[in-house]
């Protein structure tokens, strides 16, 4: 058994801020927190399990990308590259601080029917208006630029090669953690199994750990990832959000292509792209199997590589018909029944109950802008950098979508 690296029990009985879960977003908002000119209040960080060996964090891909239908989704994207362009200015100055590199091999989205390819267009032109350099691409174009492509299906696609691509991710989760408790952010080994609200219902008052401790909270947040519901029902809302599993795989080309292969995204989902000297390849379950699981269920469909990513893969490339998988391994998206999009800002009626949840996959990416918005809502009581209100839990209520087509 791997020895916990935070302490078990908390130093105090009460505190400002406590955060339920101290994973990617646990991290970014404790450490924005310090960062808010003016705010000096006490923050407890609960992580279940210092290791992470299970939290999504550690299963992410690390990719970020600016090719979304939503302008404040591309807006959001483009303030991570910055923050990973420029990751040890904004941690300070700190000369321990290394720099991040973002792999700007790309995202490429190719169409196979008229419908997506309009709905590709029609991105492109939000994107470059955001100030995203996307371009649209024939497919004589993509031929011309990535000849290892089968493109007899493929109409057309949308490319972007400026600060889109993959980084080290837990570098940037590392040094939140680290910077953050080197400023007084509390983490501990520990979970938070119940709460109790006040008279009226409209705050939680106390957080009891699953040691006994009872703990006085101002402000409490959920950054719970897939166990995001259980977090919810402990202040009695309802949160749509749960645990799917989504296939990661490395391989080996025995032939490998001789020029970076983009993040491609196949027509039919599955998304691959160069890792180093190897491949990797991304997939959802089959649709019938896409379904919720339970928090710690990462049991592994080994038929799903032979019988449809290898497959796909090696008909979108012919130069990978013969490919050897070295690694694979399952993880959960944090996955938001109701339209796949972030759930941040405060409940209506609960009001000291924050919520940074439901990301379905993009919340690696979303967490530089997103974990900064959070910690101005708890600091100043409102969003000074982006307008995040899109994301409200009241479109919840109100079962109201946002709507966002890029979504892999």
Same mark, same amino acid.
């Given at each position: 058994?791997?020895?916990?690296?935070?302490?078990?029990?908390?130093?105090?009985?009460?505190?400002?801020?406590?955060?339920?879960?101290?994973?990617?977003?646990?991290?970014?908002?404790?450490?924005?927190?310090?960062?808010?000119?003016? @705010?000096?209040?006490?923050?407890?960080?609960?992580?279940?399990?210092?290791?992470?060996?299970?939290?999504?964090?550690?299963?992410?891909?690390?990719?970020?990308?600016?090719?979304?239908?939503?302008?404040?989704?591309?807006?959001?994207?483009?303030?991570?590259?910055?923050?990973? #362009?420029? @990751?040890?200015?904004?941690?300070?100055?700190?000369?321990?601080?290394?720099?991040?590199?973002?792999?700007?091999?790309?995202?490429?989205?190719?169409?196979?029917?008229?419908?997506?390819?309009?709905?590709?267009?029609?991105?492109?032109?939000?994107?470059?208006?955001?100030?995203?350099?996307?371009?649209?691409?024939?497919?004589?174009?993509?031929?011309?630029?990535?000849?290892?492509?089968?493109?007899?299906?493929?109409?057309?696609?949308?490319?972007?090669?400026?600060?889109?691509?993959?980084?080290?991710?837990?570098?940037?989760?590392?040094?939140?953690?680290?910077?953050?408790?080197?400023?007084?952010?509390?983490?501990?080994? #520990?979970?938070?199994?119940?709460?109790?609200?006040?008279?009226?219902?409209?705050?939680?008052?106390?957080?009891?750990?699953?040691?006994?401790?009872?703990?006085?909270?101002?402000?409490?947040?959920?950054?719970?990832?897939?166990?995001?519901?259980?977090?919810?029902?402990?202040?009695?809302?309802?949160?749509?959000?749960?645990?799917?599993?989504?296939?990661?795989?490395?391989?080996?080309?025995?032939?490998?292509?001789?020029?970076?292969?983009?993040?491609?995204?196949?027509?039919?989902?599955?998304?691959?792209?160069?890792?180093?000297?190897?491949?990797?390849?991304?997939?959802?379950?089959?649709?019938?199997?896409?379904?919720?699981?339970?928090?710690?269920?990462?049991?592994?469909?080994?038929?799903?590589?032979?019988?449809?990513?290898?497959?796909?893969?090696?008909?979108?490339?012919?130069?990978?018909?013969?490919?050897?998988?070295?690694?694979?391994?399952?993880?959960?998206?944090?996955?938001?029944?109701?339209?796949?999009?972030?759930?941040?800002?405060?409940?209506?009626?609960?009001?000291?109950?924050?919520?940074?949840?439901?990301?379905?996959?993009?919340?690696?990416?979303?967490?530089?802008?997103?974990?900064?918005?959070?910690?101005?809502?708890?600091?100043?009581?409102?969003?000074?950098?982006?307008?995040?209100?899109?994301?409200?839990?009241?479109?919840?209520? #109100?079962?109201?979508?946002?709507?966002?087509?890029?979504?892999?």
């Amino acid at each position: 058994m791997v020895k916990a690296i935070y302490p078990n029990t908390p130093k105090h009985a009460s505190y400002d801020v406590v955060i339920v879960g101290g994973a990617m977003y646990g991290a970014s908002i404790s450490w924005w927190l310090t960062e808010c000119a003016g @705010f000096d209040g006490r923050i407890l960080v609960v992580e279940r399990d210092s290791t992470y060996e299970f939290a999504s964090t550690v299963h992410t891909n690390s990719c970020i990308r600016q090719q979304f239908s939503r302008a404040i989704n591309v807006k959001i994207s483009q303030f991570g590259a910055e923050f990973i #362009n420029n @990751f040890r200015q904004f941690m300070g100055g700190d000369p321990r601080v290394p720099d991040l590199v973002l792999q700007s091999f790309g995202y490429l989205y190719l169409a196979d029917s008229e419908d997506f390819l309009n709905s590709l267009q029609e991105a492109q032109k939000l994107q470059a208006a955001q100030g995203a350099a996307t371009q649209f691409m024939t497919r004589a174009e993509i031929a011309a630029e990535y000849p290892f492509y089968q493109l007899e299906d493929i109409l057309g696609g949308n490319h972007n090669r400026v600060n889109e691509g993959y980084f080290d991710g837990g570098t940037m989760f590392d040094w939140w953690k680290k910077s953050g408790r080197e400023r007084g952010v509390e983490y501990i080994e #520990n979970e938070v199994v119940s709460m109790a609200k006040n008279s009226a219902g409209t705050a939680v008052e106390t957080v009891t750990l699953k040691s006994g401790e009872v703990i006085s909270c101002g402000t409490v947040v959920n950054a719970s990832g897939p166990r995001a519901a259980r977090t919810a029902a402990m202040a009695g809302i309802s949160l749509p959000v749960e645990p799917r599993k989504r296939y990661t795989y490395i391989f080996a080309a025995e032939k490998p292509l001789d020029q970076d292969l983009p993040l491609t995204i196949d027509p039919s989902g599955v998304h691959f792209r160069t890792e180093g000297n190897y491949y990797m390849a991304g997939s959802a379950p089959e649709p019938e199997d896409d379904l919720a699981v339970a928090p710690d269920d990462f049991n592994a469909d080994h038929s799903l590589w032979e019988n449809k990513v290898w497959p796909i893969i090696a008909n979108r490339i012919p130069q990978f018909e013969a490919i050897k998988l070295v690694n694979s391994w399952v993880g959960h998206y944090a996955y938001n029944t109701l339209d796949q999009n972030a759930v941040i800002g405060r409940h209506g009626t609960v009001d000291n109950f924050i919520f940074a949840n439901g990301f379905s996959g993009h919340g690696l990416q979303q967490s530089p802008a997103l974990g900064r918005g959070i910690s101005e809502l708890i600091a100043y009581g409102a969003y000074r950098t982006l307008d995040l209100s899109a994301f409200s839990f009241a479109r919840i209520e #109100n079962n109201e979508t946002f709507d966002e087509k890029a979504v892999i």
